[in-house]
């Protein structure tokens, strides 16, 4: 007897929307007063469910349902938006985890087969001091402290500051990894924040895993010299070479089968209109699933520049600004996802994640993950104008509850078969 209820989440979204937007969009930024409001509505719908609730040592909020099992199954989303953000993002997943905890509560007589837990992230965003998924990377043992420690907001509050206004101890957040204890399964539901379902005319998604980025900055050096006197053939032109790049690397993503690549920007020096570039510095942000393939990505980006810098007789250099590997999720989850979709709208589309989210932590701790995306209409998202029609936002808690049973039901079987 399932009482799920999805148009009871949209309402919700549209009451928590009212609480915390204004004309501009969602103003939840983590670690605020709004966000701190945000909380407490938020526990005021659990504390109707005979659940215990906790907030860890990263600001992190767990509320669970004991279960006959110590075995947990994980439902995770963020409450913190961006400023000026979008009325879904993150707390569509939490608001859906709120009503498959009444759901299961509800069928099974509040002891469900397994533990079910419920987080709401602290800080996923990043929005104030420019570093996202903040409490799932303490989580994870991932949270870089030293640079963590020294990041300031823009009023040039500190993070270590901002955290114990809201009774957080900087220096003990990595104490929340404790909470992955007995963790068998994650689960994030999300707007997909791109425009692949709408494209497709499909209302849900099947995440495969989040993309791996390599972020460089490549920069090619010539010869300064006036630009009327220099005959053509004479020139050494940084930006002839760094210009043939561009062309190149839509090339080099066709190749990779569902890699992107992007040139985000060019420099030059001098700059003046009367004389040949000397130098030409762009950034390339490349970005793919499969870690081989995004090394071989990097290394025809390398070769195709080095060849067009032997072309114009110019140098080019590399510098690597950031990188972080691929995170594919658990590919019996992905299937379980997959048949959850498929039963509640027939068809189903798998796809990787673009940006990075909260459940990439939780894989990378060694839980096996897996994330549902359902359509983002304009394929858009951090803006207030983000929105996903409303039967598909009913149709995803219905999708997401169903994974939710099946990811229970294969818990309990894989522990059994331990046994
Ligand atoms: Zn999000």
Redesign the pocket.
Same mark, same amino acid.
């Given at each position: 007897m399932s009482t799920l209820n999805p148009k009871r989440t949209v309402a919700e979204l549209k009451e928590l929307r009212s609480l915390t937007a204004d004309e501009n969009g969602a103003q939840r930024v983590a670690f605020t007063k709004t966000w701190v409001q945000t909380r407490a509505w938020l526990r005021k719908k659990l504390e109707a469910i005979p659940v215990e609730m906790h907030t860890d040592a990263a600001g992190n909020l767990w509320t669970t349902l004991r279960g006959e099992s110590e075995k947990c199954l994980l439902i995770g989303g $963020?409450m913190d938006s961006v400023p000026n953000g979008g009325w879904l993002?993150?707390c569509l997943n939490v608001m859906a985890g709120v009503e498959i905890l009444r759901r299961i509560n509800a069928q099974y007589n509040g002891k469900p087969p397994v533990t079910v837990r419920l987080v709401d992230w602290a800080d996923?965003?990043g929005a104030r001091f420019g570093k996202s998924l903040f409490g799932s990377s303490a989580c994870s043992g991932n949270l870089d402290m030293n640079e963590a420690r020294g990041l300031k907001d823009k009023d040039g509050i500190r993070l270590p500051d901002a955290l114990k206004e809201v009774g957080v101890d900087f220096e003990r957040v990595k104490d929340s990894g404790k909470e992955l204890q007995n963790a068998a399964a994650y689960l994030e539901l $999300?707007i997909e924040q791109g425009p692949v379902l709408l494209d497709l005319d499909l209302p849900l998604g099947a995440v495969l895993g989040t993309f791996g980025v390599e972020r460089h900055a490549i920069t090619f050096h010539g010869q300064a010299a006036h630009s009327g006197s220099t005959p053509m053939n004479r020139r050494k032109d940084a930006f002839l070479a760094a210009a043939k790049m561009s062309p190149e690397i839509y090339r080099i993503a066709e190749r990779s089968h569902g890699g992107v690549c992007t040139i985000g920007s060019c420099t030059t020096k001098p700059g003046i209109v009367t004389s040949v570039v000397e130098e030409c510095r762009i950034t390339l942000d490349q970005r793919h699933l499969d870690g081989p393939t995004l090394a071989k990505m990097l290394k025809d980006a390398r070769d195709a520049s080095e060849r067009f810098a032997k072309e114009g007789n110019v140098n080019v250099c590399w510098e690597r600004l950031w990188q972080i590997d691929p995170r594919p999720f658990n590919d019996e989850l992905i299937a379980l996802c997959d048949e959850a979709i498929r039963e509640t709208c027939g068809k189903v589309h798998r796809l990787p994640s673009g940006p990075l989210?909260d459940a990439a932590e939780v894989a990378r701790a060694g839980v096996p993950t897996v994330m549902m995306f359902v359509q983002s209409l304009h394929g858009i998202s951090h803006n207030k104008i983000e929105d996903t029609k409303e039967e598909h936002l009913e149709l995803c808690v219905t999708a997401f509850d169903k994974l939710a049973e099946k990811a229970m039901k294969w818990i309990s079987e894989k522990s059994a078969s331990k046994l």
């Open positions: $963020h993002d993150g996923e965003e $999300h989210h």
